[in-house]
């Protein structure tokens, strides 16, 4: 497709320096030698464009490859903590959201993230995050037994994390519901802002609309500007309804999980695509 634009733009060029070598040719010549360019050019690229084709079949197959052989089942300390904690889990395939969700007397409580948050780590946390990821595997190589790499894998992957956005949705009947956003890292979740919001349909809703709608309420302060104390407060408030560390570190490894298992999913999608005659 590439060859085909080159040759499409240098044609008006090309038709000048054969057309004017010495006097002036005439117009019927030029037209005629563009259209035995435009000829050539046309019978060529679909033989380019087949080519180019299998090229990234290839290139594609090679990445599906190396993703299949990582695996897709889920760790055992994502199952682990999925089986102990009172969150219910809602993922669904090719989704970009994964919600959590559970009941605390009579409350409902939401959790909501964003797998697309593993791509907006910046620089400096994507190197630490390679540097623990080889630091990790250097050190099963020297230190651990072929019995023992499946059982301290799990463990290695475990301590990874990257910041991932979370919004809780506290809500009570009739008392509406409070949103909270947050960030999971490193084990704590950090609370950026608390918003009151009178109707839980709103606090709840996922639409454009319910969107515009909550950006346009009072979010309260800043939350580290808020008192000391207050804030340990809240902070203990959350924990008490296990949104805790060891929610925070569930939240980002399965986001490091879902990805994989969404990118081989999009390879194999992809790869249909381009194959399509």
């Keep these: 497709m590439f060859g085909l634009r080159t040759v499409a733009r240098a044609m008006p060029s090309l038709a000048m320096r054969v057309a004017l070598p010495k006097t002036m040719a005439s117009p019927a010549m030029i037209a005629r030698v563009g259209s035995v360019q435009s000829l050539r050019a046309f019978s060529y690229s679909p033989l380019a464009w087949n080519k180019v084709d299998k090229d990234l079949l290839a290139k594609i197959d090679n990445e599906i490859k190396h993703e299949e052989e990582q695996g897709e089942e889920t760790p055992d300390y994502i199952t682990s903590y999925l089986k102990s904690s009172p969150f219910q889990i809602t ?32 620089e400096e946390e994507e190197l630490d995050l390679e540097d623990d990821m ?9 230190n651990l037994s072929p019995s023992d790499e499946d059982e301290e894998e799990g463990d290695d992957l475990e301590s990874l994390t990257f910041p ?13 519901s409070i949103s909270v956003d947050t960030i999971a890292q490193d084990g704590s979740f950090i609370v950026e802002s608390i918003s009151n919001i009178k109707d839980s349909a709103l606090a709840t809703a996922s639409t454009a609309e319910a969107d515009w709608e909550k950006r346009g309420l009072y979010s309260g302060p800043p939350f580290a500007e808020l008192d000391e104390e207050l804030q340990v407060a809240f902070e203990k408030y959350l924990e008490e309804r296990q949104i ?5 570190n569930f939240v980002p490894n399965y986001v490091f999980h879902k990805d994989q298992v969404e990118y081989t999913h999009w390879l194999k999608d992809l790869k249909g695509f381009v194959a399509a005659k």
Excluded: H, M, W, Y
Aim: aromatic content about 4%; some cysteine; charged content about 30%.
């Design 134 to 142: 080889e630091d990790n595997q250097n050190s099963q190589q020297q």
């Design 91 to 122: 993922d669904k395939p090719g989704s970009d959201e994964v919600s959590l969700t559970r009941k605390f007397g009579n409350e409902e409580i939401k959790i909501v993230f964003s797998v697309s948050d593993i791509n907006s780590a910046d």
């Design 164 to 176: 991932v956005r979370c919004l809780i949705t506290i809500s009570k009947p009739g008392a509406g």
């Design 244 to 248: 805790d560390g060891d929610l925070a």
